[in-house]
């Protein structure tokens, strides 16, 4: 059922108006009914977005490096969109006393496209949402997008994993060695770049990340990227202009892939997509229902006053074909 | 459906049997079936607890900080259980070069008992994983649970939400002003510290944390909790016991609310614990199977070859019935 209305939609969006797509962003953040009509009908104008991702704890620079690099693209005539979905990045409006005021020339560039996207309670929904809105500004034509996120927790190992390359960003001295990089987001990190270099302990990490690079020896010889590490100080341009030259490298590397390795990742990452997409839905329209119930509520006070225990009353509630 | 082999495991658990729990936390996390029934027959054992959440970025010393509070809680002939949910933290044996030496001064202890938890996939399960430990625990007899996470991410926030006292961990110098503390942690906090304080800029946290803090004066006028922001070196043992006789004051705080106040925070905290409950089972019992199906990899195929966008498959695959 693609109404009028939904037409003039994606009109708007694949034409690039700028209002339109941040408002059907909102929509799909919001979950309202009707985004998901609107999303099939521009999927076939989804064809061109190199997607990059930004990933490292909070304080490590990420938002002020993505400033860079979308002035660097924009001289070279590109159009970026940026998704922030790091409650702490100042793109998202999250960060508590910060400065939020940087990113705000590209605010008046056509070519620029900043979104946050909020961070969600129980049901979920904020892989869900970032697939969506990159898949909108795919549909607008934006040449790349950057998704900035915290990289910690299953949901966002799951967006950088998304993305074609993935820029994992630490900074020197964060504790021992790099235990700052947790292992999940480790695999995913196409490229790591110690940000604020000139900071004590910048060659300790280097030669850490360098080390644990190099566990992977074996697979390089196979042919897969062996990930690079830069050195940056993005806060003076330092160190940007070699990030881009990276990660054109490995969009090189992957279009040098075989077929047959195409389809293979392409498969994974769909997978991933279609088990999110399922999963957001399941929550949305089952979980959520159920626990706005009265007997959900009769349930919490029968525990709160000791008459139940919970996992008898999640039996009773949710799945009472499984009583033993 | 109670075995004689589950009453000997609720036995041995509730008579503090380090190795029956420990592998029923195993057991738990590897959601083995029956652990449910024997979480059940704990419920009534489960009564004493102090529960601890400590979180913060990696990097900021919080295992070395939970080190520490062990040796003073055992000093003063407090028994200790430790989860550790932070997948970079040497509990958990996730640092990747980190020195997980430092914490085994502990393991000929009796009174300490340390577990780890895995970090999940898609199916989820770690805030229910995390709980039902904290339950063994509980029941185990211990009088403090720590619980150490890296603070990022809904699932681990509704972890911290729901200790006793939540202590939020940050370093000086982590970029612009407190940035490093995302809101939502921000509100979980009732004790925030300080450490590496001997590192430039300190003063300057302890001046940011203390006024984000002050902006919620009216509560603190109508008798809620104010965090107080403690300062520590825990490599030192700095700052540690004045760390423990805060959580003290907490405790005694929360002794002194109002009957009807602590049953609507407990109802709260329910609350949270039946839906992370009820989520868990859904996506184990519901999306697990639906994305194990061979229907489900043609649905993969299809899109990877473009005859199907990911909405319409999902659609045509989970929701039948709300196709349009």
């Known amino acids: 059922m693609v109404t009028n209305m939904m037409n003039n939609v994606v009109e708007k969006v694949v034409a690039g108006d700028v209002r339109t797509a941040a408002r059907l962003i909102r929509d799909i953040d919001d979950e309202l009914p ?3 009509e609107i999303l099939k009908a521009l999927h076939p104008h989804m064809v061109r977005a190199y997607v990059i991702g930004i990933t490292g704890a909070p304080g490590v620079g990420k938002s002020t490096l993505v400033d860079q690099m979308i002035h660097h693209l924009r001289e070279r005539g590109k159009t970026v969109g940026v998704l922030a979905v790091d409650p702490t990045s100042p793109f998202s409006g999250g960060a508590i006393l910060g400065d939020r005021i940087r990113m705000q020339r590209h605010c008046m560039d056509d070519g620029v496209f900043i979104r946050s996207l909020a961070t969600r309670g129980h049901f979920g929904g904020l892989t869900q949402s970032t697939r969506s809105a990159i898949d909108v500004l795919d549909a607008m034509g934006k040449d790349y997008i950057i998704v900035e996120t915290v990289g910690v927790g299953q949901d966002e190992i799951d967006i950088v994993k998304s993305a074609h390359t993935t820029i994992v960003v630490v900074i020197p001295g964060m504790g021992d060695d790099v235990q700052a990089v947790k292992a999940g987001i480790l695999e995913a990190g196409d490229i790591f770049l110690i940000n604020k270099s000139d900071r004590e302990g910048a060659h300790k990490t280097l030669a850490d990340l360098k080390m644990m690079i ?71 329209e089952i979980l959520k229902p159920m626990t706005d119930s009265v007997e959900f509520e009769r349930a919490v006070d029968s525990i709160v006053d000791g008459t139940r225990d919970p996992y008898s009353a999640c039996d009773e509630l949710a799945f009472p074909c499984t009583r033993p």
Do not use: F
């Open 34 to 36: 009707g985004t998901r």
């Open 214 to 284: 190099d566990i992977n020896q074996s697979k390089y010889d196979g042919g897969e990227w062996r990930p690079p590490v830069l050195m940056a100080e993005a806060v003076c341009d330092q160190g940007v202009v070699e990030l881009l030259e990276e990660i054109g490298n490995h969009e090189q590397h992957i279009n040098a892939m075989s077929e047959d390795l195409k389809i293979r990742e392409k498969a994974d990452i769909v997978r991933t997509a279609l088990i999110e997409m399922i999963k957001s839905r399941l929550l949305k």
